[in-house]
């Protein structure tokens, strides 16, 4: 592993309030209102939760009726091109659809404008962990690496969760290229819409016990997560730690999940 350092101040009490998707100008275009939001966000504080946690949450990234709107769409089978049952296929309990392309404008334009920034932070990351992949600035010429490999199927997709529902622990792997880190964004509100429903992520740290986490969400905000592997601060310098993530049980109600995945699958 590499001898490089990551800083794993908490910053979080120094860090500006970012500001919500959801009160971006009336005026501006969707994407063009989606790519100034979130080049304003303080991807510096983002990059430190991500080092320091192997998550990053960004509050408010959509507002309530935007999240109503974006959960509505499941019932709209002409946007999709698979439905997975996950019962069926040995995933847990409940169902989720993937989009097709085009995608829905919000979500391609979400998808592009994260891909930048997080690019950044994913190669940094393979270079810590002495991995010889590296992730170019355009989204779109990343898909295009994509594409020329085979993986041409689109990967963001709407989750559905009714009580007695949970996903298993999981990596979303869909090919050779995988980009490192993923979104999610909760569309439900907790204790209100649904109870229990936890998303978890977990780490398989080198000759030790794996580490939990729960991760806290409210309606409308966006996670960012590593997909398979971070780097992590050793007293012998940078080792690598396996992650999973999952959703628990949902005791009552029902949960929608945007999901954000970057690279496309086989």
């Known amino acids: 592993m590499s001898n490089g350092e990551l800083d794993f101040g908490d910053a979080a009490a120094e860090r500006k309030a ?8 009336a005026t501006a275009g969707a994407a063009a209102g989606i790519a100034v939001h979130v080049a304003g966000l303080d991807w510096q504080g ?3 939760e991500l080092n320091a946690h192997g998550y ?10 935007e999240c109503a709107a974006m959960a509505a769409q499941y019932g709209q ?4 091109r698979s439905r997975v049952v996950m019962s069926q296929h040995g995933f847990g309990s409940g169902e989720y659809q993937y989009f097709r392309y085009p995608l829905p404008s919000m979500i391609a334009a979400l998808r592009h404008a994260l891909y930048g920034p997080l690019a950044a932070i994913a190669n940094r990351w393979h270079e810590l962990m ?9 989204h779109t010429d ?15 997709l709407l989750l559905q969760y009714t009580a007695g529902d949970y996903n298993c622990l999981h990596q979303d792997l869909y090919g050779d290229h995988v980009f490192p880190l993923q979104a999610a964004v ?11 429903g936890e998303f978890v992520l977990t780490e398989q740290r080198p000759r030790m016990q794996s580490r939990v986490e729960v991760v806290p969400l409210k309606r409308g905000d966006m996670v960012i997560f590593a997909v398979n592997h971070r780097p992590v601060q050793g007293t012998r310098g940078i080792y690598r730690v396996n992650l999973r993530h999952g959703v628990s049980r949902l005791r009552a109600g029902s949960r929608h999940t945007l999901g954000i995945i970057f ?4």
């Open 77 to 80: 089978s002409q946007l999709f």
């Open 130 to 138: 002495d991995l010889p992949d590296r992730f170019p600035a355009e």
């Open 142 to 156: 990343f898909l295009a690496r994509c594409h020329a490999a085979g993986q041409t199927r689109p990967t963001p």
């Open 186 to 196: 909760l569309l439900s509100q907790p204790g209100k819409d649904f109870e229990g």
């Open 46 to 48: 983002i990059a430190d």
């Open 18 to 25: 970012r500001p919500t998707l959801a009160a971006r100008p």
């Open 56 to 65: 990053a949450i960004l509050p408010g990234m959509l507002g309530a009726e």
């Open 263 to 266: 690279h496309d699958a086989n």
